[in-house]
């Protein structure tokens, strides 16, 4: 059975960094892609970006380039969203997928980390 | 990017259809049958209803069905049940190397 897990709910303050995890078991890891997307408080979905694990290959939303870091390491499975610097408006929930190929439908979901951001 | 247009909410009655559209672009939904449909819960994680434009994923019922015509996309629920009331979201592959992927803005399904 394919699952994607992700690490537990944050509560940070404006400046402080953060990285969050996804952890995939069930498939090959390293020959799937990982997308990373968010929920901001009673809104849609965005897509953020995507990583190819095998080779950390990745592709950033214009709204997120520059804002977060993806990364992962395929000896464990794991793919993270980090920030440098939390904002207030980075305070949402953020879900990773998995997808077979860049075009591809998100056919597995972790179950969301949510990340607030007060001062 | 724009996100792909869907209505904010569809209402129907137990056993009835209703359909939802998803209105893209000739660069977009027009261009590629890679649309896909995700149902939302509240507080739970999207689950993938549609792919490909018209596939269901194994153990999604046939009740769930998925078309496109020109720009729009559309998801068509037959015989409407409780458990259908949840959010709706579309995407669609963009043809884009920097920007693969729009979802819709979103649509909530009310079984009244």
């Known amino acids: 059975e394919v699952q994607l897990v992700q690490s537990g709910g944050e509560v940070k303050k404006p400046g402080e960094s953060l990285k969050i995890s996804c952890k995939g078991s069930?498939?090959?890891?390293?020959?799937?892609?990982i997308a990373w997307v968010r929920q901001m408080p009673g809104r849609g979905l965005e897509w953020m970006g995507v990583?190819?694990?095998?080779?950390?290959?990745?592709t950033y939303s214009p709204s997120f380039q520059g804002q977060v870091t993806i990364s992962a390491d395929k000896s464990i499975s794991a793919a993270y969203l980090q920030w440098s610097s939390l904002k207030a408006s980075d305070s949402a929930i953020y879900y990773c997928?998995?997808?077979?190929?860049?075009?591809?439908?998100?056919?597995?979901w972790g179950q969301g980390t949510l990340v607030s951001v007060s001062s | 990017q724009s996100a792909l247009a869907q209505p904010a909410s569809v209402s129907g009655s137990p056993g009835q259809s209703i359909t939802i559209s998803c209105t893209g672009t000739?660069?977009?939904?027009?261009?590629?049958?890679?649309v896909s449909w995700y149902q939302q819960h509240p507080d739970i994680a999207p689950k993938l209803m549609i792919y490909e434009g018209t596939k269901r994923p194994s153990g999604v019922s046939n009740r769930f069905s998925g078309s496109k015509s020109g720009n729009t996309a559309s998801l068509t629920i037959f015989g409407l049940q409780t458990e259908d009331e949840a959010d709706y979201y579309c995407?669609?592959?963009?043809?884009?190397?920097?920007?693969?992927?729009?979802f819709g803005t979103g649509t909530k399904v009310t079984v009244l």
């Open positions: 069930g498939y090959s890891f390293s020959t799937n892609w």
């Open positions: 995407s669609s592959y963009t043809g884009s190397s920097t920007f693969p992927y729009v």
């Open positions: 990583i190819y694990p095998g080779n950390s290959d990745t």
């Open positions: 997928a998995r997808l077979n190929f860049i075009g591809g439908p998100f056919d597995s």
């Open positions: 000739s660069n977009d939904v027009g261009s590629y049958n890679l």
